[in-house]
């Protein structure tokens, strides 16, 4: 295959695509149960390109349609959130949260034909605060996804969405490509100046990583090894989770984080991310990023609005150059100038513009985990195009469930799977420590 076709395969995730059919097959998290009030104003939705509303009825059922009335096409976002279901606004047509017509006050009883009208609705769930939409084509759906972070109670669980105005792969890709760390956040950074004990240390005292590389059941992973002190190795560990989520490597195996990278449409993404309030805090410190300079961990939003795109974005964005400081770069101890880590990733990714070209690239060594995960998921993609081959994890939900990622010291000795494993044993449990 070209590699634009490749890139095009990749990339494009509206209806009949490669991507967008591989993502069809998986729940996706749309929103935050908070976003959607009882009776409240129906909210324009955008996933995998196509305009959705979405509305909490009366019972507090959430409904996901085409945001096309079935009759004339008029937007049901204009639609009366009435007792029960969703009223078309032109001829007063009514839909219930599965998308059934209830109601055709404009037709003569005689000629009432609303048995035979169903809006294109889509499967919905909702667990522990968060709304997940199911765009495939089975009568029943799969069972949701096993991320570990997605099965926390609501009261120990962050949820945090923010939108990329760039297309989903290249925002993903930040996640999986380690050495960005020593620069993007760090490079400032003199390695005299961090503790012995912070792992930090090891990110800046050598900013060029040698990797391992692999595929694993839910998709790919990767380990960034540097020497350390005397006898030991810095190990980064990080995953990529069919079809969008990623776990990054700065911090605790004991974090349960998950960030998902959902296409709102070709060029526009929403980051989900989630994680575990409750991370006992001096199992967080070993390699916590609140020190280095610029480096503030929550994000600037502008007010959400009702528009396609109104939903969760930063204040610093292409149009004001993501608040680049040109002072605090020169001499600001801020290699970026850009204070965030979540901004500094948001400016690099859209700043390759709305789909970045693939044709221009030079992949190096360091990007072996990018080029391995672009291979995995188009493999998966064309498998299930021409042989109808399910993708991973679409059947098998707890294939995800005890995946972790992080950085740790050990022994140079103890090989990296090896590693991997005596972190991910060791690794605090909530679930399971709930469940006893
Ligand atoms: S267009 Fe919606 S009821 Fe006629
Ligand atoms: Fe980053």
Not at 12 to 29: D, I, Q
């Amino acid at each position: 295959m070209s590699k634009s076709k490749d890139r095009e395969d990749l990339i494009r995730v509206g209806s009949g695509t490669a991507m967008g059919g591989l993502m069809r097959h998986y729940w996706l998290p749309a929103a935050m149960s908070s976003e959607l009030e009882r009776d409240g104003a129906p909210m324009r939705l955008l996933l995998l390109g196509e305009r959705l509303i979405a509305f909490r009825d009366s019972s507090g059922r959430v409904g996901v349609m085409d945001h096309r009335c079935p009759h004339r096409c008029a937007s049901l976002f204009l639609g009366r959130n009435e007792e029960g279901g969703l009223r078309c606004v032109y001829h007063g047509w009514k839909f219930d949260a599965a998308g059934n017509c209830v109601d055709m006050p404009n037709a003569p009883p005689h000629q009432d034909y609303k048995e035979k009208v169903k809006a294109k609705a889509y499967k919905v769930a909702e667990r522990n605060g968060l709304v997940w939409v199911y765009m495939g084509e089975r009568a029943e759906a799969p069972p949701l996804p096993g991320i570990e972070a997605s099965l926390l109670p609501e009261s120990e669980l962050q949820i945090t969405f923010a939108q990329r105005e760039c297309n989903w792969l290249q925002a993903l890709e930040g996640d999986i490509d380690t050495s960005h760390f020593g620069f993007l956040h760090a490079g400032s950074v003199d390695p005299a100046n961090v503790p012995e004990d912070n792992l930090i240390r090891w990110t800046v005292a050598n900013r060029a990583p040698e990797y391992h590389v692999t595929d694993t059941d839910w998709g790919t992973m990767y380990a960034a090894y540097r020497p350390a002190m005397a006898g030991q190795t810095y190990w980064r560990f990080a995953n990529f989770l069919f079809p969008f989520w990623t776990q990054t490597p700065q911090g605790a195996f004991d974090r349960v984080n998950s960030r998902g990278w959902v296409p709102m449409d070709d060029t526009h993404t929403m980051f989900v991310s989630l994680s575990w309030k409750g991370l006992p805090a001096a199992r967080a410190a070993l390699s916590n990023s609140r020190m280095l300079p610029g480096s503030k961990l929550t994000m600037d939003f502008l007010a959400n609005t009702s528009d396609w795109y109104g939903r969760w974005r930063l204040a610093g964005n292409g149009a004001n150059d993501w608040l680049i400081d040109r002072q605090a770069q020169k001499d600001g101890g801020i290699y970026t100038g850009i204070t965030g880590i979540q901004a500094q990733d948001q400016a690099v990714t859209e700043s390759m513009g709305p789909i970045t070209d693939h044709d221009f690239e030079h992949l190096g060594p360091s990007d072996r985990m990018i080029t391995r995960t672009r291979r995995r998921l188009l493999r998966a993609a064309r498998a299930l195009k021409k042989d109808g081959a399910v993708p991973p994890g679409v059947d098998d939900p707890d294939l995800y469930v005890n995946v972790r990622s992080g950085d740790f010291l050990a022994n140079e000795k103890i090989g990296w799977r090896e590693a991997y494993e005596a972190q991910t044993r060791a690794a605090l449990r909530p679930l399971a420590q709930a469940a006893e």
